[in-house]
């Protein structure tokens, strides 16, 4: 199995190609039986216990699939089979797993499979500063919320699932580089997997690149910066562990937190800091740059 649907992954086959990668992105596991020779049938249910499910991409509603134009690659068979074929990274509010999704005609995909966590298994909590300005739709979901039911603990994932889905739709439709969102369905978000050379992409702060790389780096994080505020969105929290570096091309990732610069009074606080910790990342590797300079070029007018 290769990851092959990324225009910019290779077809190198990721369960042999270790040599040279952090061994943090090599994953092993055991293919199962695809789908492929064996179309699921009611009678022919995946082995959930083996980490199988049928695809959820039409039990979700409208709005919680993914925006047009459709990549080709997304597998919207109602007959296609999910597979978990392990984890990518647990992180300090969700775990992100590799999922392939496919098709009884052979046709497969592997995404990125974000699961956000219950509050209470989390390691973080986000200041409220960040969801100023933001509103829960349903009175019923504020009260359950504010009760700290099981619903409601249910209610606080999802919304940092959908919060961050929103996102991801807004700016991947403006053209910005994140990841394609799938789907989203509660507390799982499927996107696009960003990969490069047959491997999960690494983050920016584990790779070294050249002088000219670096620079060509700066100018496609500028380039997001300035446009997410020109449409009255700061990051707010990114920094080189939040952004991938597939090849030459940066993709922006974990956007659960996006301030509103209108809405949020300390919009502009967080728009500085996703500044400063760009900057600083660059400064560290030798390219001349200035977090005020940035920030200034980048604030609207
Ligand atoms: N679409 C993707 N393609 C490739 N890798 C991804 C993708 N999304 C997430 N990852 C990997 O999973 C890690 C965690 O994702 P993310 O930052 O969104 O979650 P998090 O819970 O905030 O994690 P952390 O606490 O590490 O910041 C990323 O650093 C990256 O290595
Ligand atoms: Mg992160």
Not at 25 to 42: M, T
Not at 195 to 216: C, K, N
């Amino acid at each position: 199995m290769s990851l092959q649907h990324q225009d910019h992954a290779s077809t190198t086959d990721t369960s042999r190609r270790t040599d040279g990668i952090d061994p943090f992105f090599v994953f092993d596991y055991v293919p199962l039986d695809g789908p492929d020779d064996r179309p699921p049938d009611p009678g022919d249910e995946p082995d959930q216990s083996s980490g199988q499910r049928m695809t959820t991409y039409w039990d979700v509603e409208k709005g919680c699939r993914g925006p047009d134009p459709r990549p080709d690659w997304v597998v919207t068979d109602a007959g296609a089979v999910d597979t978990e074929l392990g984890v990518l990274k647990t992180g300090k509010e969700a775990d992100v797993f590799l999922l392939e999704r496919a098709a009884p005609d052979g046709t497969a995909s592997v995404y990125a499979a974000k699961r956000y966590r219950s509050p209470e298994h989390r390691t973080f909590h986000r200041s409220a500063a960040y969801t100023t300005g933001r509103r829960v739709k349903r009175s019923r979901d504020t009260r359950a919320l504010e009760r700290k039911s099981a619903h409601g603990r249910a209610i606080a994932a999802g919304q940092w699932a959908m919060a961050e889905w929103d996102a991801l739709c807004r700016y991947w439709t403006v053209g910005l580089p994140v990841p394609y969102p799938v789907q989203v369905d509660g507390s799982e978000i499927l996107m696009e997997l960003i990969a490069y050379d047959g491997q999960a992409a690494p983050r920016l702060s584990q790779v070294r690149p050249d002088t000219d790389l670096l620079a060509e780096y700066f100018h496609q994080i500028r380039t997001v910066i300035s446009v997410m505020a020109a449409e009255g969105w700061a990051h707010g929290d990114l920094s080189a562990y939040n952004i991938l570096a597939a090849g030459d091309r940066l993709v922006v990732i974990d956007l659960p937190q996006v301030v509103d610069l209108v809405s949020n009074p300390e919009g502009a606080d967080f728009l500085m800091r996703d500044c400063r910790n760009v900057c600083s990342w660059f400064q560290a590797r030798g390219l001349d740059v200035d977090s005020q300079e940035l920030f200034a070029e980048v604030t609207p007018t």
